[in-house]
């Protein structure tokens, strides 16, 4: 438990997220709100710079398109303004990662940029030979289980390619905070792991402090019915708590109730 109560929300998403619900602006805050929060983000996906897997139908699931970012925008600054009086409220965005993609990320982010006052670097997809894998699916996580051939070295793969995020050149306006660091955990119920190459997360660890990053505390783990952790958890939580890494809490809420939720566990 905590004993200082938490008062922000770094991450949660909006009506226009393709998988999520279509609970309004409004009904997000008012969660908020009841809560007691003081400050949120909201973090919508960042539209992709191009398709990089062949299932466009799966990719257009997993984040607006440029037309409708532009539309969430505007719906964000409105409702900052309705609400200035109760309740801070940021422009942000959840900004993937994939690799190889960097410059068409950057080019994306150069242009949002400016209206951004706060978000996440996430992964969630890894590159497997030449294609890429979303792991925070079962039938992703099991097809990238099948091509390492061990839960090990999934979770290695993933971790390196978080470390490849944290060290890429996404611009100016690259996000400052590392979403779920822990996601890889997601379907820890199903492929049990005590993951023990701590000279890999040190190395994360190293560098999220040398930039002055922060890490996401995402208590959608909580949620999800294999995991029932907050993604950042066990060695990797020690590392960020040894060397005084900035915590944010995030709902990762795809639904209003979930605003603020579970910020008392740790
Ligand atoms: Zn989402
Ligand atoms: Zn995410």
Request: hydrophobic fraction near 30%; include cysteine.
């Amino acid at each position: 438990m905590n004993n200082k109560k938490i008062v922000r929300d770094g991450h949660m998403h909006s009506p226009y997220c393709p998988h999520g619900t279509k609970d309004s602006f409004e009904m997000y805050v008012d969660k908020a709100l009841i809560e007691g929060l003081e400050e949120i983000t909201f973090t919508e996906h960042m539209p992709f710079p191009c398709y990089f897997i062949d299932d466009k139908e799966f990719q257009d699931e997993c984040a607006p398109n440029e037309e409708v970012i532009e539309k969430y925008f505007k719906d964000v600054e409105e409702i900052k303004l309705k609400y200035k009086d109760k309740i801070k409220i940021n422009i942000g965005l959840e900004v993937d990662f994939v690799d190889g993609y960097e410059e068409g990320t950057k080019r994306l982010l150069n242009s949002y940029g400016p209206k951004l006052e706060d978000g996440l670097i996430s992964v969630h997809f890894i590159k497997m030979g030449d294609e890429y894998v979303a792991i925070d699916g079962k039938e992703g996580f099991e097809r990238a289980l099948e091509f390492y051939g061990t839960t090990e070295k999934v979770y290695d793969k993933y971790y390196e390619t978080l470390l490849k995020a944290i060290k890429s050149d996404l611009g100016e306006y690259k996000p400052h905070r590392v979403g779920h660091p822990n996601l890889i955990r997601i379907f820890n119920k199903l492929y049990p792991l005590e993951y023990k190459n701590k000279e890999l997360l040190e190395e994360i660890v190293r560098e999220i402090k040398s930039r002055n990053y922060e890490v996401d505390v995402n208590t959608a783990g909580l949620r999800k019915p294999y995991c029932g952790e907050i993604y950042v958890s066990d060695i990797f939580k020690h590392l960020i708590d040894e060397y005084g890494i900035k915590k944010v809490y995030g709902s990762d809420s795809h639904t209003a109730s979930d605003a603020g939720r579970d910020f008392d566990k740790e």
